[in-house]
């Protein structure tokens, strides 16, 4: 992630995409040496459906986790018999009134958290810095500043970039909230929409990193399906930021750029696949 002496970067290719899968590699206890095939598998695994290709994304899906599955399962059998200091191994020991995890559950929860651990970090720290160039310019001589803004940075780009959108496919025809809906049709839940809600949020469409109720946002949801890795998310965005900010003086818009050339081909529309960046 060396980045000295470099005029220009790609943010995403420098630190938004290898931080995250680093991380969550080392947490779980995978050899380093396959990062960039787990994340390859993970971009797979989060790919957005869409109505006219979801058969063919839904085949892709199941024959990655076939993959994940056949990678992790020896992991999984030598930390059972030799247990180290990572989560895998932990969920091999966890027990509840005398039950264990199975193996296959183990894998399952280890693909999960592999999966969901970088993905969705790398469109936050990414997202950070294009609302720190566009979003809220100046900000970012703001942040060197006083530091303490980091933190309230990175929620108001959780409300106002994160997507928080479910794709889902209906099973058979209802009429939710009066709408019309057949078995098969593929409906986006956007409940980031939530997030600009001007009874929650004032002029919420406008992004203000200083907003005193940014924090309440739903981009990682809520209840009882609270993101377990929000905590993780927040700790890695906002080491990552700070370490930046300290290291470089001034970022600014690489000339001639556009975003849509830079956008993942997704029904989300807010996820980049790469962000170039002028350094000072």
């Known amino acids: 992630m060396d980045m000295e002496g470099l005029e220009t970067i790609d943010v995403m290719q420098k630190l938004a995409i290898p931080l995250p899968v680093v991380v969550i590699s080392d947490l779980l206890g ?14 797979i695994i989060f790919l957005p459906f869409a109505k006219e290709t979801y058969d063919d994304i839904n085949a892709q899906k199941a024959q990655v986790m076939k993959e994940f599955y056949e990678y992790l399962y020896p992991i999984v ?26 193996d296959e559950e183990v894998v399952m929860s280890s693909i999960g958290l592999l999966g969901a651990g970088n993905e969705t970090t790398t469109t936050f720290i990414s997202n950070a810095f294009y609302s720190m160039l566009f979003d809220q310019p100046g900000i970012y ?3 060197r500043a006083d530091l303490s803004l ?7 780009v959780l409300r106002f970039r994160f997507p928080s ?10 009429a939710v909230f009066g709408h019309e809906m057949k078995q098969g049709q593929m409906i986006m ?25 940014n924090q309440q946002h739903l981009a990682f949801g809520s209840g009882p399906h609270f993101c377990l890795g929000a905590p993780l ?22 000339e001639g750029f556009e975003v849509t050339d830079h956008l993942t081909d997704s029904a989300l529309g807010q996820s980049l696949k790469s962000l170039p960046i002028r350094l000072a």
């Open 150 to 156: 980091v933190p309230k940075l990175l929620e108001e």
């Open 30 to 43: 995978v050899p380093s040496k396959d990062r960039a095939m787990i994340k390859t598998w993970s971009d």
């Open 233 to 254: 998310a927040r700790m890695e965005a906002r080491i990552a930021l700070s370490s930046f900010v300290k290291r470089f003086a001034d970022i600014g818009a690489v």
């Open 165 to 174: 959108v479910m794709d889902r496919r209906i099973t058979q025809d209802t």
């Open 77 to 102: 059998l030598e930390k059972r018999k030799n247990p180290a200091d990572d989560i895998i191994s932990d969920l091999t020991k966890a027990e509840l009134e005398g039950e264990q995890l199975t």
């Open 141 to 143: 001589q703001e942040l």
């Open 189 to 213: 839940a956007w409940v980031g929409a939530a997030d600009r809600d001007e009874a929650q949020f004032a002029h919420g469409d406008e992004f203000d990193a200083h907003r005193p109720n």
